[in-house]
């Protein structure tokens, strides 16, 4: 991971078919860790966390992150229609959200569209960060080939932009028995220049590592 440039941080992914409730579903789990720091800052954030996706979207969830040392655990069901959170960073918080109320995650939002096989949309986000809806614009951009780790791939080409948050960038997606895989991202938010690249693949059964 890079900010303006500079290494700040890792991010391992993890996808793998499994079940939940006799039903299959995509587990995904992202393990981030990151610092960066300047002449008057320095910023660091450590987050686990796991969900599963089924037929409706996201169905569980499970987060811990910790922020310059403030920990937030988060968990979620659907149930009946309904994905509860609760939110514990020192109180107890509870957001509640229909399945009609939102279109995809933030980290499945990208494949929806792509799967949606449109030129462009606009979908109703829930944030995975901050837990909140966000309208998020979708453009396919044309495809185009990479170099990933010596050997080179054809992927497809996601522009994006929020709505609330202001949020810019273009995602490169790769086929994989597990859906589509972020490979490489560059993105700006509030002037900084953001990026994530591939650095190591490990490839089992219905799993990535990135």
């Not at 079940?19 to 992202?30: T, Y």
């Not at 979708?138 to 932009?161: F, I, K, M, N, S």
Request: charged residues 35%; contains cysteine; proline residues 2%.
């Amino acid at each position: 991971m890079l900010s303006n440039g500079e290494p700040i941080g890792r991010l391992r992914t993890e996808r793998r078919r499994g079940w939940l409730d006799d039903l299959p579903v995509l587990q995904v789990s992202n393990r981030m860790d990151l610092r960066c720091s300047g002449l008057w800052f320095d910023y660091s954030l450590q987050s686990d966390e796991s969900m599963d996706f089924g037929a409706d979207g996201l169905c569980r969830y499970a987060g811990v992150s910790d922020e310059d040392g403030d920990k937030t655990v988060i968990k979620g069901r659907l149930r009946q229609g309904v994905l509860t959170l609760r939110l514990h960073d020192g109180q107890l918080e509870v957001r509640r959200f229909k399945l009609g109320d939102f279109d995809a995650s933030s980290e499945d939002a990208a494949e929806r569209f792509l799967a949606g096989g449109q030129a462009e949309a606009t979908l109703r986000v829930l944030d995975l960060e901050h837990f909140d809806i966000d309208e998020v614009r979708y453009q396919r951009l044309p495809d185009e080939t990479l170099d990933l780790l010596g050997q080179l791939r054809q992927v497809r080409v996601v522009a994006y932009q929020s709505r609330r948050r202001k949020i810019s960038g273009t995602g490169w997606y790769l086929s994989d028995d597990g859906g589509e895989v972020l490979v490489r991202q560059s993105s700006r938010e509030r002037g900084d220049h953001n990026e994530v690249i591939l650095t190591d693949w490990e490839s089992k059964p219905c799993q990535i590592k990135t």
